[in-house]
Each structure stands twice: as C-alpha cells, then as structure tokens.
C-alpha cells in the first residue's frame, strides 16, 4: 500500500458508485490512442476469444493509464467498430462487457459473470463495503494515536460548509493539527465533483485533506499534496470477514483486487504517522 503526501510525489504511485454509464465531460487526451493500441494488441485480438468486464480493464491498466481514459479507449473502438460490446443487466447494475469483434458466442461468457457482478453491486453490500472500510480506518486511528472528534463533519470550530449537501467522514486530530478524512472503499475513483468539493471542504473549514481510497489518480493525489494533506493509497478494496467467500471468487474469476480483513495492515496507517510526525516539525517551524 501507498500513501502521499509532500515527500512522496516523485514516486510512482464507486463499485461502488459504478461510473460506466456517466458521461465524463473530459478532453480527449493523447493517451487514448496508446491505450487502444494495448486494447487491441493484448485483449481484443482479430481471432481473440476473450470477454472482459469494462472495470476489469480500467483497474488492470491503471498502473499507466487513467481509469477514463481505458473507458474512452474502449468506447471509441466500439463506435469504429473495431470490438464487440454489449450491455447486460446485472441486478440493479448494467454492467458492460466487451469481446473480439468476430467473437460468436460471448454472451455464454458474459452469463458466467453476471450473477457475480450482481451479488458485489447490490446495494445492500455496497452500502456495507463502505461502512466497513470506515471501522477499519477508526480502528487504525486509534491504533496510532490520532483521535476522532467527529463523524459527518459539516462544521469545523464555528466554521460551516453550506455551499453544497456534502459532508466529511472523519476529523481527526493529533499533536494540535486536525485532518477532514474521506473513506472510499470502493474500486473505482472517487467522483471527480465529489473530490473537488471534499477537497474545498477542507480549505473552508481551515483543516488538512486525508483520503484513504484504494487507489486515486496521480493529479488527485497532488491536489491534495498542494492543499497540504496526505493520499493514503490502500490498492485493495477490503470486504469484511463474512464476506471472505465472495471475495474469493471475485479474485479468481475477474481478478480483481479484493481482500477479506479484520484491520488495515500496520504498515497502511503508520506510513500516515510517519509523514505527519515528519510534517509536524516543518509546520511548527513555519509558525
């Protein structure tokens, strides 16, 4: 697991709220074209009989390529009729599959997936995954000091955050300096309006950002930098020990990065002890 904060930008670095059917108002970026060429080299071969889930793609590309810019990758190749697509109903979920264009059967494929995707994006579950993946940051809290003041935080020492509905998960405080903390434990990114406002929440209320996310972008995780605060990157979503079976199977069949935990490995939360008992001196100073 990851975390940033200032010393960490040099190095490499929802669903639950499912984001395949937003239209992401971003500009085209030259990236796309690179990650059509992967697409189509490694997963869509003219005789290829493979049949991929869309966030299947975005998560296992994400190491060098944005989550939405593998999705524009995909829809462009769709619209060029280069690569089969195919919207299905799972659950309360459409989920979207892609395939070889030539592929003749992938529906007995997707068929094989559907009830799976159904079962994790139901919205009891989901609902879940994030209440759990906040026990899992209160208990890592405490385990290194940091306290809780309050939860749904609106309002910071007088000041109150009025201009939209959104409120913080957690403000903590150790040693004098108080951080507005959001929990996402989901696979996908967090909302792009979303995190614009948590990070303005933040500014307004006068506290330092934290966002525990499995996994961001890396011009997120700057903002956050710039705002003086710190991106702990956690790369897995953690299902909660009942669910151990569940997580298993979405391991093996989608190969996604799902982990059956009872508490955050040690070394997630201390690395954001370790950057904030360093930062603590150089604010101190600047004071």
Avoid at 194 to 199: D, G, N, Y
Avoid at 258 to 268: E, K, N, R
């Amino acid at each position: 697991m990851v975390g940033f904060g200032p010393q960490d930008m040099s190095d490499d670095y929802d669903e639950y709220h499912y984001e395949e059917d937003e239209q992401v108002s971003r500009p085209r970026d030259a990236k796309v074209d690179e990650a059509k060429r992967v697409l189509l080299s490694e997963y869509f071969p003219e005789k290829g009989t493979g049949v991929y889930y869309g966030r299947q793609l975005e998560i296992w590309l994400e190491r060098t390529l944005f989550h939405w810019i593998t999705k524009k990758a995909l829809n462009e190749l769709v619209k060029e009729g280069r690569i089969g697509f195919m919207a299905v109903q799972a659950g309360h979920h459409k989920a979207h599959f892609y395939y070889p264009r030539r592929h003749r059967y992938p529906r007995m494929q997707i068929n094989k997936t559907l009830s799976l995707i159904a079962e994790f994006s139901d919205h009891k579950f989901t609902r879940a995954l994030g209440h759990y993946g906040e026990l899992l940051a209160d208990s890592g809290f405490a385990n290194i000091g940091f306290r809780i003041l309050q939860r749904k935080v609106k309002e910071v020492g007088g000041k109150r955050w009025t201009k939209t509905n959104h409120d913080l998960d957690r403000l903590i405080q150790r040693d004098g300096e108080r951080y507005g903390v959001e929990i996402k434990n989901q696979l996908g990114y967090i909302d792009q309006t979303e995190f614009q406002t948590k990070l303005a929440m933040c500014g307004h209320l006068g506290i330092r950002p934290m966002f525990i996310t499995r996994m961001m972008p890396k011009s997120y995780n700057y903002e956050v930098y710039k705002a003086g605060g710190f991106s702990l990157i956690l790369e897995n979503q953690h299902y909660p020990l009942m669910a151990d079976d569940l997580a298993k199977r979405v391991r093996e069949h989608l190969q996604l990065p799902v982990l059956s935990i009872s508490q955050l490995p040690d070394t997630a939360l201390y690395r954001f002890e370790e950057w904030h008992a360093k930062q603590l001196e150089r604010w101190r100073k600047e004071r």
